[in-house]
């Protein structure tokens, strides 16, 4: 960690030694979450974009300087980042825009952003000397957590809590992974305090998102990979679907630190999108009030957060940015679904695509321009959620093998001209 200089606390500003079992703020307690603190003077007279561009490994790990990661600590061997950014015409025009991104995070390993955060979680608590690692998830951050740390090879154990709603993909994925999952008959917010209990009990290593300072440095990655895809030319919106609100917190410290460096000079505004049923962020967001915490009532699981302990993070990072928060409702998350499948060939899960309902529900109000370019990270494969696909793409034809019914079946669904 050659240019991490401290952690500080975003409260009282109090700072702390970069210690890898350094989580909170010891005189603002839970309110008070660490912030990793670089000396961006010597990061931007030591390392380059052409320094960058001539490192071979593709991983996360390219962006070394801006890690907070001791350089000798053994690292996941999975690929982690260097997904894809595509564009999509026909996607664009159906949201009223000439030109969209998408970055696809649903192909990193375990099939989600959290694998960005996870393998931080994992060097640092092989730096802290930790057998066991620890977290509360609906799922993503979990198998995440369960993948990279199999992936060590039996070097590092892991306990996964989990609410009782998570879907059967993501538990399998647990449990695949060699995990010890733990089911709590309850909501997020219970498995959260349970999973605290356990790790304070048992001195595991903590990878919840809402607390550990580190887990934002994993996420922001997304947004340094997006940066140098386009040659550090970033389009005018960032869009996140946001739950706890870590990822958009990592989107933000990308931006802060691409500027500090001097590889970029415009900072783009960030849309925050949450679902209705579960919408605390947006809440405090444009209420200017301390957080309420509401129900879990979507089917966007993974940003299905209704205590999010990231929030003023999130919040600081949405507002430093010029940006927006905007709520979308369960159905039109199912049509995003459809939509991007339809257009694009990317298949998201309800989280993953939220976002893609915000930028919508924006250019109809005209809050975002047609002309102005929108980038989006898909934060999820929808192979993690199959039973909520399956509603969002509606029934498959049911037939007996009998050629002259499937004539009149596709001539009334219009598959073919009515003979």
Not at 61 to 77: C, D, I
Request: hydrophobic letters at 40%; a negative charge; glycine letters at 10%.
């Amino acid at each position: 960690m050659d240019y991490v200089t401290h952690l500080s606390c975003i409260i009282c500003e109090k700072t702390y030694p970069a210690e890898p079992e350094r989580y909170l703020c010891s005189d603002c307690g839970e309110e008070g979450l660490l912030e990793v603190e670089y000396d961006y003077q010597k990061i931007a007279s030591s390392w380059s974009k052409a320094e960058l561009a001539a490192e071979k490994d593709r991983r996360i790990w390219r962006y070394g300087p801006l890690l907070p990661v001791e350089p000798g600590t053994r690292r996941p061997p999975l690929r982690v980042g260097d997904t894809p950014l595509y564009q999509s015409p026909a996607l664009a025009r159906e949201l009223g825009l000439e030109n969209i991104w998408l970055k696809d995070d649903g192909l990193n390993p375990t099939g989600s952003l959290k694998d960005r955060a996870s393998a931080i979680a994992v060097v640092k608590a092989l730096e802290a000397g930790a057998q066991v690692v620890a977290c509360s998830s609906t799922g993503n951050a979990a198998s995440s957590l369960a993948g990279n740390a199999a992936s060590l090879g039996g070097q590092l154990e892991t306990v996964i809590f989990v609410p009782e709603r998570a879907p059967g993909g993501k538990l399998a994925q647990l449990l695949i992974y060699g995990a010890t999952v733990v089911s709590v008959q309850g909501s997020y917010e219970e498995a959260y305090f349970l999973s605290r209990d356990a790790i304070n009990k048992w001195g595991w290593y903590n990878r919840n998102a809402g607390i550990n300072p580190y887990q934002v440095e994993g996420k922001k990655t997304s947004v340094l990979e997006m940066a140098e895809q386009l040659d550090f030319n970033l389009p005018d919106w960032l869009v996140f679907s946001v739950g706890d609100g870590c990822t958009i917190a990592g989107a933000w410290k990308a931006l802060k630190d691409l500027r500090e460096i001097g590889f970029i000079d415009r900072v783009p505004r960030l849309l925050g999108v949450q679902a209705e049923g579960c919408a605390p962020i947006t809440e405090a967001f444009y209420s200017g009030e301390e957080l309420e915490v509401t129900e879990e009532n979507t089917v966007a699981d993974s940003i299905a957060v209704g205590n999010p302990r990231n929030y003023k993070k999130a919040i600081r990072g949405i507002k430093n940015s010029q940006g927006e928060m905007v709520n979308v409702s369960d159905e039109e998350i199912y049509e995003m679904m459809r939509l991007l499948g339809r257009t694009s060939g990317i298949f998201g899960e309800p989280a993953g695509v939220a976002g893609l309902a915000g930028i919508k529900k924006m250019v109809n109000r005209k809050e975002i321009s047609s002309r102005d370019e929108v980038g989006f990270v898909i934060t999820g494969n929808g192979l993690k959620d199959i039973d909520n696909a399956r509603k969002a793409a509606g029934r498959v034809i049911e037939i007996e093998p009998d050629l002259e019914r499937l004539t009149q079946i596709f001539a009334r669904k219009g598959i073919i001209a009515d003979e």
